[in-house]
């Protein structure tokens, strides 16, 4: 039976060197120099929020605001909660982090004015609440490219988002550079995987027990990104001298969702052979799935960034840590 790599949300595609490294950079990122800091995290129910609020709460100050304590699409919401967080007496830097989204990619399509309100709206909120006044890391996607390329995509290179969920996110990153030119960061990301909430490692987890082959598309190539090094990225990139503007932070390296399923099968010790290639024209969804979503690190390294692990060793650091997790048992 076929499989897909999307499937309800971009969180569930269906989906060391001499250097110091994403693996080590998170450990200090999150416990010292993160003190120095008060951080706001919207979105923090989700997959990476709940990673990022997990990995600062251990030793920083954060105030984690999911959906139900702060709709993003409220703007006098976001200004009164911006206003109030900002106005309490501290002498820490604040950073606002916003890893809020509307991720039904599918959905989308047929309901892209939520989305819009959301991924457009929701950002442009918080940059006017911010601009000047707190550094604030927004997250976005390859979605907003035509995902036709060839080459890693550059941080400047033209958008053109091809799908519904695409554009309301570059309205979003747009939004974020026109209004708070000088404070606020936009980090585009791909591929996102972790403990916390659906995503495709999990799926194809559980369907590893429901199958006992599985064909998964070898046309579409992109850089899965761990939670957890995605998380400890964007703490640096908080704490750093990097200006505002662009940055895309990804695992490092490429693969096809094919190859990504056969390696998670071989971290679930099973025969990495029962997955077997496919194409996209195999699936038709409502939204079509870029074909290339692979981010150039060349402006990361160029901020003096820490460089991304590869996705393959930072797949196999996530079945040690969260193994758990990843096979559905936690
Ligand atoms: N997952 C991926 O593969 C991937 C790839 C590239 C980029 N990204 C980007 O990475 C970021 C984090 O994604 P993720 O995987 O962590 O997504 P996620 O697990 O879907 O989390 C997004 C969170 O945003 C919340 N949210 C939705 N509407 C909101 C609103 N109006 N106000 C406040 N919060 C709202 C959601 O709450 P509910 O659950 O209650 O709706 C959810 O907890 C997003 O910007 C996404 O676009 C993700």
């Given at each position: 039976m076929n499989t897909t790599p999307a499937s309800a949300t971009e969180s569930a595609p269906e989906t060391e060197s001499a250097s110091e490294t994403s693996?080590?950079?998170?450990?200090?990122?999150?416990?010292?120099?993160?003190?120095?800091?008060?951080?706001?995290?919207?979105g923090a129910g989700g997959q990476l929020?709940?990673?990022?609020?997990?990995?600062?709460?251990?030793?920083?100050?954060?105030?984690?605001?999911?959906?139900?304590?702060?709709?993003?699409?409220?703007?006098?919401?976001?200004?009164t909660t911006i206003d109030a967080w900002l106005a309490e007496p501290s002498d820490l830097t604040p950073v606002v982090i916003n890893t809020a989204a509307y991720t039904a990619v599918d959905a989308a399509e047929s309901d892209e004015g939520t989305a819009l309100a959301v991924n457009g709206d929701g950002p442009r909120n918080l940059?006017?609440?911010t601009a000047g006044r707190a550094r604030l890391i927004h997250v976005s996607t390859d979605y907003v490219f035509a995902g036709d390329a060839t080459v890693p995509y550059g941080v400047d290179d033209p958008t053109e988002p091809r799908t519904a969920y695409g554009r309301t996110k570059?309205?979003?990153?747009?939004?974020?550079?026109?209004?708070?030119?000088?404070?606020?960061?936009?980090?585009?990301?791909a591929w996102v995987y972790g403990a916390y909430g659906p995503n495709f490692v999990k799926t194809m987890t559980k369907l590893s027990r429901d199958r006992e082959t599985l064909q998964v598309v070898n046309d579409q190539l992109g850089s899965p990104t761990w939670t957890y090094d995605l998380a400890s990225g964007l703490i640096e990139l908080a704490m750093s001298d990097a200006l505002a503007g662009n940055y895309h932070c990804t695992g490092s390296g490429q693969t096809s969702w094919f190859?990504?399923?056969?390696?998670?099968?071989?971290?679930?010790?099973?025969?990495?052979?029962?997955?077997e290639p496919t194409t996209s024209d195999a699936f038709v969804r409502p939204a079509p799935r870029p074909a290339f979503s692979v981010l150039s690190e060349t402006e990361w390294a160029g901020a003096g960034l820490t460089p991304m692990r590869d996705w393959r060793g930072a797949l196999h650091a996530a079945f040690e840590r969260d193994g758990a997790a990843l096979r559905n048992e936690s």
């Amino acid at each position: 039976m076929n499989t897909t790599p999307a499937s309800a949300t971009e969180s569930a595609p269906e989906t060391e060197s001499a250097s110091e490294t994403s693996a080590d950079r998170s450990q200090s990122a999150g416990a010292g120099d993160a003190t120095a800091y008060r951080w706001l995290v919207t979105g923090a129910g989700g997959q990476l929020g709940t990673e990022l609020v997990t990995l600062l709460g251990k030793s920083a100050q954060v105030r984690a605001l999911a959906r139900a304590d702060l709709d993003l699409a409220d703007a006098e919401a976001v200004r009164t909660t911006i206003d109030a967080w900002l106005a309490e007496p501290s002498d820490l830097t604040p950073v606002v982090i916003n890893t809020a989204a509307y991720t039904a990619v599918d959905a989308a399509e047929s309901d892209e004015g939520t989305a819009l309100a959301v991924n457009g709206d929701g950002p442009r909120n918080l940059a006017a609440a911010t601009a000047g006044r707190a550094r604030l890391i927004h997250v976005s996607t390859d979605y907003v490219f035509a995902g036709d390329a060839t080459v890693p995509y550059g941080v400047d290179d033209p958008t053109e988002p091809r799908t519904a969920y695409g554009r309301t996110k570059l309205v979003g990153d747009l939004a974020v550079r026109e209004v708070a030119p000088d404070t606020g960061y936009v980090v585009r990301t791909a591929w996102v995987y972790g403990a916390y909430g659906p995503n495709f490692v999990k799926t194809m987890t559980k369907l590893s027990r429901d199958r006992e082959t599985l064909q998964v598309v070898n046309d579409q190539l992109g850089s899965p990104t761990w939670t957890y090094d995605l998380a400890s990225g964007l703490i640096e990139l908080a704490m750093s001298d990097a200006l505002a503007g662009n940055y895309h932070c990804t695992g490092s390296g490429q693969t096809s969702w094919f190859e990504f399923t056969r390696a998670i099968f071989t971290e679930l010790g099973l025969d990495p052979q029962r997955v077997e290639p496919t194409t996209s024209d195999a699936f038709v969804r409502p939204a079509p799935r870029p074909a290339f979503s692979v981010l150039s690190e060349t402006e990361w390294a160029g901020a003096g960034l820490t460089p991304m692990r590869d996705w393959r060793g930072a797949l196999h650091a996530a079945f040690e840590r969260d193994g758990a997790a990843l096979r559905n048992e936690s």
